[in-house]
């Protein structure tokens, strides 16, 4: 069974720093593109960070480059690092595994997402 589990949420104050993480199972993560997406309350969810197969990433711009997505070596695991947070950073956050996959007459498309991890910042 595929399963992907986030860790590291928390509350912290504005202007500190909190690392998340997410472990995948079932998967071969380095075959599939990898992602964070949060949901205000309120709000619509929104990507975060992104990052490839080839290790291109991308972020929402109005992150500022405080944010920074990453995998590990193994590509086991991606990460998360979020500094200088906001209150506006408030949001549970979602790790998401995504594969696009060629067949025949069309394409099968794997969407895989995590339970998501509260990330609170207030003072």
């Known amino acids: 069974q595929v399963q992907l589990v986030e860790f590291g949420g928390g509350l912290v104050q504005p202007g500190g720093s909190l690392r998340l993480s997410c472990l995948a199972s079932?998967?071969?993560?380095?075959?599939?593109?990898m992602g964070w997406y949060r949901q205000a309350p309120g709000k619509q969810r929104e990507l975060v960070a992104a990052i490839t197969t080839g290790g291109s990433t991308s972020y929402a711009d109005s992150l500022k480059g405080r944010f920074t997505i990453s995998r590990d070596t193994a590509e086991a695991t991606v990460l998360l690092q979020m500094n200088n947070l906001k209150s506006e950073d408030t949001a549970v956050y979602y790790c998401n595994a995504k594969r696009r996959t060629p067949v025949p007459g069309t394409t099968v498309e794997y969407d895989y997402w995590g339970q998501g991890t509260q990330v609170t910042v207030s003072s």
């Open positions: 079932g998967i071969i993560s380095s075959l599939y593109d």
